[in-house]
């Protein structure tokens, strides 16, 4: 039985682990021809290997986003591989952190350059292509509410969140009309290992051991926020722009502003059937 992506072309950056490994192996799951991209070789190539594994179509670009030609490079994979691009996830992530006026010039360039600018030239240079194709396409950027939060010791990447929100909605705005949707997914605490580092400092800023229990006991599974991504590259998701999509253990939700809001019952239906 065919996907609700069979045939579609996806980039997903810093997929070689994580949420964008859970993301790519979840798109190839519905029939997608998926560009699996990492910093390193080995991280991508695993994933690679385990979508064919399932008769899945994978393949490799080792890149680090945040310049013009790794953007290119991505893209052009996509194109000399498979023929085209139909949707680029902006996940890849790497930031620095801790105590603010700690912080140097080298840990704020490298973890803006990674999220926004990765994201900016990822996402203009999948449009391009998008555009000249004529056929439009999907571009998925990952965001997080902790923009809005203000979380200690995460600085660059609260900052990096918040720039990643509004290129979405301006890339929403402008590229609408040229059938190209443009959404957000804003990942809750995920069992990632950026996240599971910050929890462990959690206890040095006043966290009760209770508090840290509640927080460990609240974070998901890569694989319960993948649904998110399958949707909104669907026909269905793309009717959607401008939108961020998120999930708690009830089920998706939509982020507006600094509160998280059940989705309007058509689009719920709709989620709820890819999380069951």
């Given at each position: 039985?065919?996907?609700?992506?069979?045939?579609?072309?996806?980039?997903?950056?810093?997929?070689?682990?994580?949420?964008?490994?859970?993301?790519?192996?979840?798109?190839?799951?519905?029939?997608?021809?998926?560009?699996?991209?990492?910093?390193?070789?080995?991280?991508?190539?695993?994933?690679?290997?385990?979508?064919?594994?399932?008769?899945?179509?994978?393949?490799?670009?080792?890149?680090?986003?945040?310049?013009?030609?790794?953007?290119?490079?991505?893209?052009?994979?996509?194109?000399?591989?498979?023929?085209?691009?139909?949707?680029?996830?902006?996940?890849?992530?790497?930031?620095?952190?801790?105590?603010?006026?700690?912080?140097?010039?080298?840990?704020?360039?490298?973890?803006?350059?990674?999220?926004?600018?990765?994201?900016?030239?990822?996402?203009?240079?999948?449009?391009?292509?998008?555009?000249?194709?004529?056929?439009?396409?999907?571009?998925?950027?990952?965001?997080?509410?902790?923009?809005?939060?203000?979380?200690?010791?995460?600085?660059?990447?609260?900052?990096?969140?918040?720039?990643?929100?509004?290129?979405?909605?301006?890339?929403?705005?402008?590229?609408?009309?040229?059938?190209?949707?443009?959404?957000?997914?804003?990942?809750?605490?995920?069992?990632t290992e950026p996240m599971l580092k910050y929890v462990d400092t959690l206890g040095a800023m006043g966290l009760t051991d209770a508090q840290l229990a509640g927080f460990r006991s609240s974070i998901l599974e890569p694989e319960d926020v993948a649904p998110l991504a399958v949707f909104l590259a669907s026909p269905?998701?793309?009717?959607?722009?401008?939108?961020?999509?998120?999930?708690?253990?009830?089920?998706?939700?939509?982020?507006?502003?600094?509160?998280?809001?059940?989705?309007?019952?058509?689009?719920?239906?709709?989620?709820?059937?890819?999380?069951?």
């Open positions: 039985m065919a996907g609700i992506l069979e045939g579609q072309i996806v980039v997903v950056t810093g997929s070689g682990r994580g949420l964008g490994r859970a993301y790519a192996l979840a798109m190839a799951a519905e029939g997608a021809q998926v560009v699996v991209n990492d910093r390193d070789r080995e991280p991508a190539e695993a994933v690679a290997n385990e979508i064919t594994a399932t008769g899945g179509k994978a393949t490799v670009c080792v890149e680090a986003v945040g310049t013009r030609a790794a953007a290119r490079d991505l893209v052009a994979t996509a194109v000399e591989h498979f023929g085209g691009i139909d949707v680029m996830i902006t996940n890849a992530g790497a930031d620095r952190r801790g105590p603010l006026l700690d912080l140097d010039d080298d840990d704020w360039e490298f973890t803006i350059r990674t999220h926004v600018f990765g994201s900016i030239l990822c996402s203009v240079e999948a449009a391009k292509a998008m555009r000249d194709q004529g056929r439009g396409g999907a571009i998925i950027n990952v965001t997080s509410d902790a923009f809005y939060m203000g979380m200690a010791t995460l600085a660059p990447y609260c900052v990096s969140k918040g720039g990643t929100y509004a290129l979405m909605l301006v890339l929403a705005a402008e590229l609408s009309p040229l059938g190209i949707s443009v959404n957000a997914i804003a990942p809750p605490a995920t069992r269905e998701g793309r009717t959607l722009s401008g939108t961020v999509l998120s999930v708690t253990a009830d089920g998706p939700t939509i982020l507006r502003g600094p509160s998280y809001h059940d989705p309007e019952p058509e689009l719920g239906a709709a989620l709820r059937r890819l999380f069951n």
